[in-house]
């Protein structure tokens, strides 16, 4: 996958070097896709405990919205963020309640709360855009959605630091170990002393307060300018992205590096060909559609070698048993 990421990019500069291969360009897919960034990351969350979390391409939608209503009802940004990253957390524990407490499957139980949050977006903007006509958001808020440092979004450098917090958590922290272990074989996990439904309801709360920053911020790009269906169209995307992370770095496990790796390859594969191919915007969905068949394909395979790789370690019982009478 490392390797497709470089052949992509010689491809799109050679056919376009004076638009594709340039600052100018990373600078704007930087900042366009910083928010799929950071809901990838999210959503690699639930799948290290084996879940899938449906729920944040609605979510998102809805955190944007409410970003700008509760700012044009007066309330200051900060306690805004406060408040959507507390709404985000209570998403993910009503997701962990209707998993672990209800045992209803995780693909199920967070589409229909996706649903259930989709509602309540076109509920509070009537299903048309919120627009800030009297510029009632704080400019504060405004210069948290656009200041960089030496020319690189800000947002995406966020994304930078919350993937390598993730790298660090699920790689060198024994909570990280935990998840994976749940992941694999809950059962197995539990006999280890490992209480499973903690871990759960941690990745998706975790996950619920991540998709609450990716709105947040998403609103602040927007500048006064917000609609409720926006979200739904980063959820294939994100989905990709983690889905193509679990085929590299860590073959067959979900891993933030793997999912930095999904992530470059749709934003490089989607801007290359929109360059070469101007208007041709069915190109992203069907883009996104093969690689998410590709990834999910690869990913199993993977996944299933790594098992058959580790079931072969395991020595038979007669052998254990005479291997275990020569060691005494």
């Known amino acids: 996958m490392v390797l497709l990421i470089v052949v992509l990019f010689i491809i799109f500069s050679i056919s376009k070097p004076d638009t594709f291969p340039t600052l100018q360009n990373f600078r704007i897919l930087a900042s366009g896709n910083a928010v799929l960034f950071i809901l990838a990351l999210g959503v690699t969350l639930p799948m290290a405990v084996g879940k899938i979390d449906l729920s944040f391409g609605y979510g998102v939608g809805l955190w944007q919205v409410m970003a700008l209503v509760w700012q044009m009802d007066g309330l200051d940004y900060r306690l805004v963020l406060v408040m959507i990253l507390v709404g985000g957390a209570v998403v993910g524990v009503v997701n962990a309640l209707l998993i672990e407490l209800a045992q209803v499957d995780a693909f199920i139980a967070t589409l229909a709360t996706g649903q259930v949050i989709y509602a309540i977006s076109y509920a509070v903007t009537g299903g048309t855009q919120v627009i800030d006509l009297k510029n009632q958001r704080s400019e504060s808020f405004n210069k948290f959605g656009t200041w960089s440092i030496d ?6 450098i966020v994304a930078i630091v919350l993937a390598i917090l993730m790298f660090v958590v699920l790689e060198y922290l024994p909570i990280g170990r935990y998840m994976y272990a749940v992941g694999a074989n809950p059962r197995a996990a539990e006999l280890m002393g490992i209480k499973r439904s903690r871990y759960i309801y941690g990745a998706m709360i975790t996950s619920g307060m ?5 709105g ?15 979200g739904p169209d980063l ?3 994100a989905l990709t992205a983690a889905f193509i992370g679990s085929t590299t770095i860590r073959p067959g496990r979900v891993n933030p590096l793997g999912t930095v790796v999904g992530i470059f390859i749709a934003v490089i594969g989607i801007s290359g060909l929109l360059q070469m191919f101007p208007g041709s915007f069915f190109l992203t969905p069907l883009f996104n559609g093969l690689t998410l068949v ?20 395991i020595p038979s019982g007669k052998n254990s048993g005479a291997d275990g009478d020569k060691k005494e």
């Open 216 to 230: 947040y911020l998403l609103c602040a790009r927007q500048l006064g300018n917000v609609q409720s269906n926006i």
């Open 235 to 237: 959820l294939l995307p």
């Open 151 to 156: 020319r690189i979004p800000g947002s995406f």
């Open 210 to 214: 991540i998709t609450g920053l990716a």
């Open 294 to 313: 590709a990834a999910i394909t690869i990913a199993s395979l993977a996944s299933r070698k790594r098992r058959n790789k580790a079931t072969n370690k």
